[in-house]
């Protein structure tokens, strides 16, 4: 008889081959690497691990045998998992290689989505260890329910809330209060998990214009999933931030929300409590406050706090 798989053992060594290139992960936990693994992740005896069901291209036979070949020495090195707003992903991943450079580890492996959504999975147990997000309101929540690590909480970075419409549209005049127009039939909106949405609703409402554009919106589930629906011309125009109306092409800002119309833009981060690189991942927030740091959020478009404003 054949002894049993060891899925958590086998799923250190898959992420150990694909630890050369970025990954990316998206609920619920798929990775982008040479395979196409869907992941998901789970408590066992207090401790998470990571159970994965491989869906190769070639044979299964093949890809096991690919990673019984690799040392478990070499398996067991564990990169962060930094569950981070979409909005960061450009600045996040180019910051990561001099990171992992600098401290001898692997480089982190990034999860981006809703900040929402992640809150909400944090709180059901998903294995991340620094939580980014784009609005306080989730790290709040997160701090409440005792979540995060005591003192690690801290603001990186800010950002605008603009008006975009697709690069070749006529509508390059148009502007927060015309919303309301004839000629606009669809405007695309984060949903209520995404605070990029949360702000452009209350952007919407101080020009008065909730009800006007109401059967107009369309809900997407992230900020860069809205850039991407006006650059493509699925809809008339879109409320993203300026990052993504710089890293998506395609699209042509239009107005900017005036600051006083939202609340304020707070891309906040810190420790899970269950992470099991605690000291690591502070210092992964460390690093975020940096020089080099600021130097690359500017360069995508977002806007590094002053010290004096960082909590």
């Not at 569950?83 to 180019?94: C, D, F, I, T, V």
């Not at 059901?124 to 609005?135: C, E, L, Q």
């Not at 949903?191 to 990029?196: I, L, N, R, T, Y």
Request: hydrophobic share 45%.
């Amino acid at each position: 008889m054949r002894s049993p798989l060891n899925w958590p053992l086998i799923g250190q060594r898959i992420l150990k081959i694909s630890q050369n290139s970025p990954i990316i992960i998206y609920p619920p936990f798929k990775l982008t690497i040479r395979y196409r693994i869907l992941a998901y992740a789970h408590s066992s005896l207090g401790a998470a691990s990571l159970c994965l069901l491989v869906l190769a291209s070639g044979s299964l036979l093949a890809s096991l045998k690919r990673i019984g070949s690799l040392p478990v020495q070499a398996a067991e090195a564990k990169p962060l998992l930094v569950g981070a707003a979409s909005s960061l992903s450009e600045p996040l991943q180019a910051l990561a290689p001099s990171f992992a450079a600098a401290q001898k580890v692997p480089v982190p492996t990034f999860y981006f989505a809703a900040s929402g959504l992640l809150q909400q999975q944090i709180q059901t147990g998903a294995p991340i260890d620094v939580f980014v997000s784009a609005s306080e309101k989730q790290m709040d929540r997160l701090e409440k329910a005792g979540l995060l690590v005591a003192g690690s909480r801290r603001v990186i970075a800010s950002n605008q809330l603009v008006l975009v419409v697709p690069y070749r549209s006529p509508l390059h005049s148009l502007r927060f209060k015309g919303l309301d127009s004839m000629a606009i039939r669809r405007i695309a909106i984060g949903d209520s998990s995404v605070p990029a949405g949360n702000y452009g609703r209350q952007t919407l409402a101080y020009y008065g214009l909730s009800e006007a554009v109401k059967t107009k919106l369309v809900p997407m589930g992230s900020v860069r999933a809205v850039a991407n629906a006006v650059a493509a011309g699925h809809v008339d125009a879109g409320i993203v931030y300026k990052s993504d109306a710089r890293n998506v092409p395609n699209l042509r800002i239009v107005a900017g929300a005036p600051e006083a119309s939202h609340a304020p833009i707070r891309y906040s981060a810190a420790v899970i409590t269950a992470s099991r690189q605690a000291k690591l991942a502070s210092t992964y927030l460390g690093s975020l406050t940096t020089a080099q740091a600021s130097q690359q959020f500017r360069r995508y478009g977002l806007l590094p706090l002053p010290a004096a404003a960082k909590r």
